[in-house]
């Protein structure tokens, strides 16, 4: 049973990417899209979303290898 309040301890923990992910977005990014780059991550599209919100540097990657495949 969960103990204290609403919001407190309960849920999954936060995905967080670490370098060698980051870099791997950054090389997918050129042939995916947000949502097949998530599904080969094994997270879903809005968890993706919430990454790169949370961590600039995913964000970031993702948009370098979009730039580089234009």
């Known amino acids: 049973m969960k103990k204290g309040n609403q919001g407190e ?3 999954k923990p936060l995905v967080v990417f670490d370098q060698d992910q ?3 977005v950054e090389k997918l990014a050129s042939v995916l ?5 998530s599904d080969y991550m094994g997270i ?3 968890t993706f979303r919430a990454i ?4 600039s ?3 970031e990657g993702y948009k370098r290898g ?3 495949a234009i």
């Open 9 to 11: 301890g309960g849920g």
């Open 22 to 24: 980051i870099e791997l």
């Open 33 to 37: 899209t947000k949502s097949q780059l």
């Open 44 to 46: 879903s599209e809005n």
């Open 52 to 55: 790169e919100l949370r961590q």
């Open 57 to 59: 540097e995913v964000f």
């Open 66 to 68: 979009k730039a580089k």
